[in-house]
């Protein structure tokens, strides 16, 4: 049973930092692809960064430079370190995986973006 755990959301001001953990489990982890989405309220879910089973990473425009995906696979975790953050960032931070064409969710994380 694939189960995804997300955690590290909260409360930051503007140009401040979080790191989010996704702690994976009920996959052989080094073998996927992982993805970190968001969802702003009234929003579609989107994606915000891949890293490929091989370590590439591809990332939306709008979070170059300040956000940084990175896998652990003896741990079965991800992380996505957020530097700068801007109220835009604002939003429920949701990992993901997909696996014999399904895709799996945690819970999600959030995270707020405010003076």
């Known amino acids: 049973q694939v189960q995804l755990v997300e955690s590290g959301g909260g409360l930051v001001q503007p140009g401040g930092s979080l790191r989010l953990t996704c702690a994976a489990s009920?996959?052989?982890?080094?073998?996927?692809?992982m993805g970190w989405y968001r969802q702003a309220p009234g929003k579609q879910r989107e994606l915000v960064v891949v890293?490929?089973?091989?370590?590439?990473?591809n990332y939306v425009d709008s979070v170059k430079g300040r956000f940084t995906v990175s896998r652990d696979n003896a741990k079965n975790t991800m992380y996505l370190q957020m530097n700068s953050l801007k109220p835009e960032d604002k939003a429920v931070y949701y990992c993901?995986?997909?696996?014999?064409?399904?895709?799996?969710w945690g819970q999600g994380t959030q995270v707020t973006v405010s003076s």
């Open positions: 993901n995986v997909n696996r014999a064409r399904q895709n799996y």
């Open positions: 009920g996959i052989i982890f080094s073998m996927y692809d």
């Open positions: 890293i490929t089973s091989g370590g590439r990473r």
